[in-house]
């Protein structure tokens, strides 16, 4: 579980509700329902259309990794590509057998498949780039979603405060509902400023960070592999991979 993050997103609430009691106005105020619809149900609206819902299910999905960051240590990540390296040097490349069955990453299940298979040094870097650049993209499409989402969601904060402002505008006439009409025209844009600012903006920043750190490993383990398949002395194996960390 990743605290820090945890502690933003509860840190952007408490804001929100300590600012509305400071400025004297009560909790309550931030309670509107129509504007919630507007704004929160018009920003679903809005990705709906642009998005299929392949893509929206993986932006589901991927929103996790920034609360369960998965670990990015690429010099464990070295540390065992050269020992794999010693070991295909000791009993030949099908040594490496037992390593399969133990790991629980797909991507380098199969780049250790693909090398205990004997294939050319290029064909394993061709496929598991493709494999690679697949997966940065569908990650990246989901991280935009929202980003999207925090591009949206002030408009629709905008929209929400000039409908709310008409509603007022037809009871002029009764001056006692001016002052909370207007409050409850201006939560709308709470809401959408809130949600893109204090959150949907910084978790497409977080998600787009990530996925280029597991972008970075799975290039260590590529040219690893493909060292490995070339047959290369582990400490050159090594001292090519600690140039990705440097």
Same mark, same amino acid.
């Given at each position: 579980?990743?605290?820090?993050?945890?502690?933003?997103?509860?840190?952007?609430?408490?804001? =929100?509700?300590?600012?509305?009691?400071?400025?004297?106005?009560?909790?309550? $105020?931030?309670?509107?329902?129509?504007?919630?619809?507007?704004?929160?149900?018009?920003?679903?609206?809005?990705?709906?259309?642009?998005?299929?819902?392949?893509?929206?299910?993986?932006?589901?999905?991927?929103?996790?990794?920034?609360?369960?960051?998965?670990?990015?240590?690429?010099?464990?990540?070295?540390?065992?590509?050269?020992?794999?390296?010693?070991?295909?040097?000791?009993?030949?490349?099908?040594?490496?057998?037992?390593? =399969?069955?133990?790991?629980?990453?797909?991507?380098?299940?199969?780049?250790?498949?693909?090398?205990?298979?004997?294939?050319?040094?290029?064909?394993?870097?061709?496929?598991?780039?493709?494999?690679?650049?697949?997966?940065?993209?569908?990650?990246? $499409?989901?991280?935009?979603?929202?980003?999207?989402?925090?591009?949206?969601?002030?408009?629709?904060?905008?929209?929400?405060?000039?409908?709310?402002?008409?509603?007022?505008?037809?009871?002029?006439?009764?001056?006692?509902?001016?002052?909370?009409?207007?409050?409850?025209?201006?939560?709308?844009?709470?809401?959408?400023?809130?949600?893109?600012?204090?959150?949907?903006?910084?978790?497409?920043?977080?998600?787009?960070?990530?996925?280029?750190?597991?972008?970075?490993?799975?290039?260590?383990?590529?040219?690893?592999?493909?060292?490995?398949?070339?047959?290369?002395?582990?400490?050159?194996?090594? $001292?090519?991979?600690?140039?990705?960390?440097?």
């Amino acid at each position: 579980m990743d605290l820090i993050s945890l502690i933003g997103t509860i840190l952007g609430f408490v804001v =929100i509700i300590v600012g509305t009691i400071l400025k004297g106005a009560h909790v309550s $105020a931030l309670v509107n329902p129509a504007a919630f619809v507007i704004v929160f149900v018009g920003t679903l609206a809005a990705l709906l259309v642009q998005n299929s819902g392949a893509v929206l299910r993986h932006a589901l999905k991927v929103a996790a990794m920034i609360y369960k960051p998965p670990q990015h240590r690429p010099e464990d990540l070295i540390s065992r590509i050269v020992g794999w390296s010693e070991i295909s040097r000791r009993q030949g490349l099908l040594g490496l057998e037992p390593q =399969i069955d133990s790991e629980p990453d797909p991507f380098i299940k199969k780049g250790l498949q693909m090398l205990v298979d004997g294939g050319e040094p290029e064909a394993i870097r061709n496929v598991l780039e493709v494999d690679m650049e697949t997966r940065e993209a569908k990650d990246l $499409a989901a991280s935009k979603v929202y980003e999207s989402a925090g591009i949206f969601s002030p408009t629709m904060g905008i929209i929400g405060a000039v409908m709310g402002l008409m509603a007022v505008m037809e009871n002029l006439a009764d001056p006692s509902k001016l002052g909370h009409g207007i409050a409850a025209a201006f939560v709308a844009t709470i809401y959408g400023v809130a949600l893109a600012n204090m959150f949907m903006l910084p978790m497409a920043a977080r998600l787009k960070s990530l996925i280029g750190k597991q972008t970075r490993m799975r290039e260590i383990l590529i040219e690893g592999l493909v060292s490995i398949a070339e047959g290369d002395n582990p400490r050159l194996i090594e $001292a090519r991979l600690q140039g990705y960390v440097s």
